[in-house]
T-cell receptor, first 117, second 111 residues
């Protein structure tokens, strides 16, 4: 299957700092990527849809000024957690879909674990 | 997208078939059934998907009832490495629809 890579895989930061997480589609172009958040022992929660060359669309209840998403190219989307606080500590996962004639499955990155002290 | 209901957990003996059920009674005619699994602290892994017909690949088989209101994912010979949370998702199969995850089923494969 297609490969989606995230970086960093884990990060620890101080409260009040901003953290950027990258999501790359390694062997395909992705006009759309999705960002999820997962708390311990819970399911994945969709945060936002990242669209190449346009603004991201956020799910209800997700603060767009808190979670900045940039999708500057067909292979890269970034999620920046601004002024992070301990409650933002979570597992962040991105996904992307291959375009073209396909059945539409999503491929997921390995996830990035954020710990805010 | 239609909502799915899955049992919270299931046990399976190693080497035996694991049959994971999913109810999606409100599924509409153009919605596909997708199965993903998530091994602890990793991103979800695609397993299989289908619309009406039963499907099989190297990982699993997907059995969809004739009325499409439920489906079963079958892992024919479960191994310890198949221990994971399995998610059943229904969505319209085009390029712009999102995947919403339910609570999934934790499959415990035991020696």
């Amino acid at each position: 299957g297609a490969v989606v890579s995230q970086h960093p895989s884990w990060v620890i930061c101080k409260s009040g700092t901003s953290v950027k997480i990258e999501c790359r589609s390694l062997d395909f172009q992705a006009t759309t990527m999705f960002w999820y958040r997962q708390f311990p022992k819970q399911s994945l929660m969709l945060m936002a849809t990242s669209n190449e060359g346009s603004k991201a669309t956020y799910e209800q209840g997700v603060e767009k000024d808190k979670f900045l998403i940039n999708h500057a190219s067909l292979t890269l989307s970034t999620l920046t957690v601004t002024s992070a606080h301990p409650e933002d500590s979570s597992f962040y996962i991105c996904s992307a879909r291959t375009s073209g004639r396909n059945t539409g499955e999503l491929f997921f990155g390995e996830g990035s674990r954020l710990t805010v002290l | 997208d239609a909502k799915t209901t899955q049992p919270p957990s299931m046990d399976c003996a190693e080497g035996r078939a694991a049959n994971l059920p999913c109810n999606h009674s409100t599924i509409s005619g153009n919605e596909y059934v997708y199965w993903y699994r998530q091994i602890h602290s990793q991103g979800p892994q695609y397993i299989i998907h289908g619309l009406k017909n039963n499907e099989t690949n190297e990982m699993a088989s997907l059995i969809i009832t004739e009325d499409r209101k439920s489906s079963t994912l079958i892992l024919p010979h479960a191994t310890l490495r198949d221990t994971a949370v399995y998610y059943c998702i229904v969505r319209v199969g085009n390029n712009f629809n999102k995947f919403y995850f339910g609570s999934g089923t934790k499959l415990n494969v035991k020696p």
